[in-house]
């Protein structure tokens, strides 16, 4: 296994970390979760530029890099609903896009081909990222100020700003794995395109 593909599987590990520091009652919980959030969105731009660089690009990692992101996007988006930041719905649809196109890849998969990642997905995983980044800022600057969390920049970020990025980001997940979906739609219908 490359070097690449280790830092694709360290990411799993960090999402476990992620999920398990959110939902924890320490008092830094939220610190901790962000600090590991960034680590693991660190690997995810490393392991890339490693498997290109290196020229060790394999078809393991064409398929686990994607699906790995998708695990961590999925993991936050789910971990941040019971936290008021993000939206069931939104969440739902974010994970149900990212089944839908693993499924999609499967199935090419079965019949020997290899789907890779396209860079309109790559720009809809980077605002999901930013996305939960911003609402983990936002409770880590809760946990470390004197101040309650009520006052009005805390609020209006939080509800006016944080809901545009939501809208944003599941708009830009709509319209990806749509497109995703119709290039590739030989891949279900078994016919030449």
């Known amino acids: 296994m490359n070097w690449a593909n280790r830092l694709t599987l360290s990411r799993l590990v960090l999402t476990i970390l992620f999920v398990v520091a959110l939902s924890s009652p320490w008092r830094y919980a939220h610190t901790v979760a962000l600090a590991t959030f960034l680590i693991a969105g660190i690997t995810d731009f490393f392991d890339g530029e490693i498997a290109r660089r290196l020229q060790t690009v394999t078809n393991f990692g064409k398929l686990m890099d994607p699906l790995v992101d998708k695990i961590m996007i999925a993991a936050a988006f789910i971990s941040l609903v019971p936290l008021r930041a993000i939206p069931a719905w939104a969440a739902t649809v974010v994970v149900g896009r990212d089944f ?49 969390v009520a006052t009005a920049w805390w609020q209006r970020a939080w509800n006016d700003a944080g809901a545009a990025l939501v809208w944003l980001t599941v708009a830009l997940t709509l319209y990806s794995g749509l497109g995703y979906a119709w290039r590739h739609r030989a891949v279900v219908t078994g016919t030449e395109l």
Do not use: C, N, P
Request: hydrophobic share 50%.
């Open 100 to 148: 839908l196109i693993t499924g999609l890849r499967l199935m090419a998969s079965a019949k020997g081909e290899v789907l890779s990642a396209e860079r309109l997905g790559k720009h809809k995983t980077s605002w999901q990222i930013i996305t939960v980044i911003f609402f983990l800022t936002l409770l880590t600057v809760a946990e470390w100020s004197r101040e309650s």
